[in-house]
């Protein structure tokens, strides 16, 4: 089985626009230089010349300030801070966990080549763990870019220092060359002579170069460095030093949690990922034991030294009448717990005698018991193995209720355990014999009685389950290089950090077998792994993820849940995409608003996210309306000034922090804002939304399985309104092809503006004192650059591969056009703006002319497909409890669907609705599937029934919504009207916009 990757993803197309987009305007070109002769020697010259190959590098011809203007664009389009200068050539990606990071930048690479034919890229990686997961990726995608690209030739490798072979090849190559390397293999360079042999071999002269550097191999060919998580490479001066000795033309940085971010070109953080579904739903699962004060339970909350004297908080078990609670109370020296605890004798002794307030060693002692109580700690809870216990039984049985419901689907299920000591899942007696940890037990015994329910059966495939048990755990740890008695390899401790050799072996393994993890051929499918392998590696079908801990080490939630945001595939390598089938169930030691609580403040202090703050650049790039092809965007003046207007009106404070009064007036749909963006109001709000909403993580405890209204659901009504919508079309799209190259010819002859590259002339008057030599600038002069010492890049193919339209087509378009001398003043520039009015025109062309047809009667979508589907949501989060919907429950997605099922809910007028499928009621359009929101009947005064399906957005306007997407819309109308009932198709993004549609009808209240 192999992991298909999908190449129209809009935010990885987002992702890569934004770094190629730096160089816009810039020729293809490169730069050759000589390179030594390996193994040369001197004594063997014999009158010879030497011969020294051609070294090919990439070259930069863009002067510093056609760069900061690409920047700034890039920046406003994304909605980003601006770059007020150029003060170096790095450039932040960040992108979360999950949302396929490599993938981007791997095929950012390819764009780079092919649009400005740069060959040299570096990759510089931070660990074993991230160097094994990069080189697993390029291994996996060979394919596909091989594909993408036209068979293009590229080689990539994983720097060794002792195959220098390599290096030189990667300096004289002109093919793209990609070279992976750890920032710890050059990050030791020394100058002085005497400590040479403790460089890194990178940094050494050496006799099979000639007695030059490897390092000097490099620099020549000016790489574009990318850094695969810089937080955890560049953050020493030496690592610093190390990446400016690549000499590199500019360093591109990738990561889901940056602390530098030079010149932020792309952001999707978390927030954007869960909204956007690119990631899995978080759901947390906590394990609360109830009614369990048998022993003297206490807690150290905090410890304060600030005020009336040394305190300290605690937990512990109270009674209050014939109740005990578990309740804080506060505690000096001296004070007996037994009094505390309303005289529970199990705290008879427990006297307060010392209470430590340094910081880092906090605790608290007691005069007549040896117990300590450090902060955070506990004594007298529940037994922590059966705690553990508990634990993997519930991982188990959610693990087991998903396969049951994803199998069919064609997607493997697999659940992740954390544990700290490799001894707890596997341990070696004298004689090498594997002997099953404490861990492993406890999973066989929950299983097999998990597995024993008959509704499970199934999923043993025929086997018994005393034979099923152990084949479907293992364990992914480093490796050593013995082995046990059986010739098995030999399980062994390690830090797990992925920085050494002994942990490279645990990463091998998990690269190795990522692929066969996800096939049903593979029995395994809960997989017990070192919690510090916390980087570097994942699987898209981890479903579940338990931490079983035993030491105070606490792993962060980020890296937890990381390891299984990624959307699930199939057995065919695709991905899965949908809530309903890709949520992440956190197995945690702690309650839902404990983990959430946490999460939320790494994500505030990694990704730099104010939850709840507006920021000055937020409306920055909110789309403009305009009269010709290019996309206008409000910009940072016009977003200060609404900014500006929402402190004054009291929506936020000084600082942007969202106010209970915006909060309001967003949920009842009016907000205050200038007249001049009435136009764009929607889009504002849908911000303002986002910015005023919290983490989007669900609680385990509230999910909800909606059960079938079969009122609704086998009533009349609704038989009639599915009877006008269930059937499915088909389409093609008429014109003329003529007409498409006059139209196109014509936008080019009017709408192309592509000016010459320019040169800048300035002129500085040199004074000479005993201060030193200055230089003050006195003149600045532009001018156009006359030079063409350029190849001109093969037009056609590059129109052909961005528009997929023939080769004749193309070349009547540009011998029409009239404007093809121009192409010669700045080939770059033309190709893209030709290319940008070549597709607009193509998509008008596409909604004009498609023409939907019914397929046939027998052709539709079944009613009872409401009833096969399970559908889950979150009580009091995204369902709305409902009367007229064919569930007892509606989910929704966003607050616009919440507004409208209420409006439905209350309004005399509609009969039934019913929120329409994403899994299986899809309308097939050119520009891919597509699915509208909901399906109403409405009844006017009792008599007159219409029928609708309505789509919602956060604006009507057409120039608010992106082209793909309003395109999409304007196919989903046609396939309705090609239906030839009385459906009708309405596009509204508030209920008072859908009740306009209905007063042409009637009086709808």
């Known amino acids: 089985m192999k992991i298909k990757f999908d190449p129209d993803l809009d935010f990885q197309h987002e992702a890569i626009s934004s770094i190629t987009g730096i160089f816009e305007g810039q020729e293809t070109c490169q730069t050759n230089f000589s390179v030594v002769p390996l193994n040369y020697d001197p004594k063997m010259n014999l009158g010879l010349e030497k011969h020294y190959d051609l070294g090919i590098g990439n070259r930069l011809k863009l002067l510093d300030e056609d760069i900061l203007k690409n920047v700034r664009d890039i920046q406003l389009r994304n909605g980003l801070a601006p770059s007020e200068a150029l003060d170096s050539m790095n450039f932040t990606v960040e992108m979360e966990t999950g949302t396929g990071k490599t993938y981007v930048y791997l095929r950012t690479i390819f764009e780079l080549n092919r649009l400005y034919g740069f060959t040299k890229f570096i990759i510089v990686v931070p660990s074993v763990a991230i160097k094994e997961g990069v080189y697993k990726s390029l291994q996996m995608t060979k394919e596909h870019f091989r594909g993408l690209y036209e068979n293009v030739s590229y080689d990539y490798f994983v720097y060794d220092s002792q195959k220098l072979g390599q290096v030189r090849n990667f300096a004289t190559s002109d093919s793209i060359q990609i070279m992976v390397i750890n920032i710890d293999a050059f990050r030791r360079s020394f100058t002085d002579p005497e400590k040479e042999d403790k460089a890194n071999i990178i940094h050494r002269p050496h006799d099979r170069m000639n007695g030059s550097k490897p390092i000097d191999f490099i620099k020549d060919t000016n790489p574009i460095v990318i850094i695969d998580e810089p937080q955890s490479v560049d953050t020493t001066k030496k690592s610093k030093e190390a990446i400016a000795s690549l000499n590199p033309l500019c360093t591109l940085r990738y990561s889901a949690t940056h602390v530098d971010k030079y010149h932020m070109l792309y952001k999707l953080d978390s927030v954007d990922a869960y909204e956007r579904k690119l990631v899995k739903q978080i759901e947390v699962a906590g394990i609360e034991v109830k009614d369990e004060h048998n022993k003297a339970y206490i807690k150290l909350l905090k410890v304060d030294n600030k005020k009336n004297g040394i305190t300290a908080q605690i937990e512990l078990d109270i009674k209050s009448g014939s109740n005990v609670n578990r309740k804080p109370a506060t505690v000096r020296s001296g004070t007996d717990l037994l009094d505390v605890s309303g005289g529970r004798s199990l705290y008879d002794g427990y006297i307060i005698e010392d209470i430590y307030c340094e910081k880092g060693n906090e605790y608290i002692s007691f005069t007549s018991k040896p117990e300590i109580v450090q902060l955070g700690q506990t004594i007298g809870d529940v037994n922590p193995d059966e705690y553990k216990r508990l634990q993997i039984r519930k991982t188990i049985e959610e693990h087991l209720e998903k396969e049951l419901r994803l199998r069919s689907m064609g997607i493997k299920v697999l659940s992740l355990f954390f544990i700290d000591r490799v001894a707890n899942y596997r341990w070696y007696d004298e004689s090498g014999n594997p002997q099953k940890g404490k861990f492993a037990k406890i999973f066989e015994e929950e299983y097999l009685r998990a597995i024993g329910k008959p509704k499970f059966k199934h999923l043993l495939e025929g086997m018994e389950p005393e034979t099923a048990v152990s084949a479907v755990h293992n364990g992914y740890f480093a490796i050593d290089k013995k082995k046990d008695s059986t010739g098995a390899e030999i399980l062994k401790e390690s830090s797990g950090e992925g920085k050494t050799q002994a942990d490279e072996s645990a990463y091998q393994l998990i690269m190795r077998d990522k692929e066969k993890l996800l096939s049903f051929s593979s029995k395994l499918k809960f997989i017990f792994s070192h919690s510090a392998l916390k980087e570097g590696w994942d699987n898209p079908n981890v479903f579940q993820i338990c931490t079983l801990n035993e030491t105070s080490s606490v792993i962060k939630k980020r890296q937890e849940i990381g390891r299984g945001l990624r959307i699930a595939v199939n057995q065919d390598g695709e991905r899965v ?123 385990k405890d509230n999910r909800e399985t909606l059960k079938l209204n079969k009122a609704v659901f086998l009533g009349e009504d609704f038989k009639q309104l599915w009877e006008r919508i269930k059937y499915r079309t088909t389409f093609r799209v008429d014109f003329d092809p003529e007409e498409l190259i006059h139209k196109c010819a014509e936008e080019i002859r009017n709408s192309l503006v592509v000016g010459r590259a320019r040169f800048t002339y300035r002129k500085a008057v040199a004074e000479i004192n005993r201060g030193g030599i200055h230089a003050e600038e006195v003149m600045e002069r532009e001018g156009v650059f006359e030079s063409q010492d350029y190849e001109l890049p093969d037009i056609i193919t590059y129109l052909q591969n961005e528009t997929n339209l023939t080769r004749r087509t193309l070349v009547e378009i540009l011998k029409t056009c009239g404007r093809l001398e121009e192409f010669k003043n700045n080939p770059q520039k033309f190709v893209e703006q030709v290319s940008s009015i070549i597709k607009h025109q193509m998509r008008l062309f596409i909604v004009d002319g498609i023409k939907y047809e019914k397929i046939g009667d027998e052709y539709y979508y079944a009613q009872q497909l409401f009833a096969d589907e399970e559908v889950k949501g979150y009580l009091g989060e995204n369902l709305i409890e409902s009367q007229k919907s064919i569930y007892n429950y509606v989910r929704f997605d966003s607050d616009i669907e919440a507004g409208f099922a209420s409006r439905f809910e209350l309004s005399d007028d509609v009969k039934v609705y019913a929120k329409l499928p994403t899994k299986w009621f899809k309308i097939d359009t050119p520009l891919g599937s597509y699915t509208p929101d909901w399906a109403v009947l409405v009844e006017i005064d009792g008599q007159e029934k219409l029928y609708f399906v309505v789509e919602t957005k956060g604006s009507l306007f057409t120039d608010a919504l992106r082209p793909t997407e309003q395109a999409k819309i304007e196919c989903g109308r046609a396939h309705f009207k090609a239906m030839g009932n009385d459906v009708e198709f309405a596009l509204a993004n508030n209920y008072e916009a859908f009740s306009t549609e209905l007063s042409k009808h009637g009086n709808p209240q």
Request: no cysteine; proline share 1%; glycine share 6%.
């Open 577 to 699: 995409h949908g809530f309903e089938v890709n949520t992440l169930t956190v197995m945690a030691n702690e309650s839902y608003e404990s983990f959430a609580e946490q999460l939320q403040k790494e994500i505030e202090e990694e990704e730099g996210i104010k939850f709840g703050v507006v920021e000055k650049h937020l409306f920055a790039n909110i789309t403009v309306s305009t009269d010709d092809y290019t996309t206008s965007y409000l910009g940072t003046e016009a977003s200060a000034q609404i900014y500006d207007h929402l402190k004054a009106k009291g929506y936020i404070d000084i600082r942007g922090k969202v106010q209970d009064f915006l909060k309001s007036d967003l949920k009842s749909g009016k907000i205050d804002l200038p007249a001049e963006f009435s136009e764009q109001e929607g889009q504002i709000m849908s911000l303002l939304k986002k910015v005023a909403s919290k983490l989007n993580i669900k609680n």
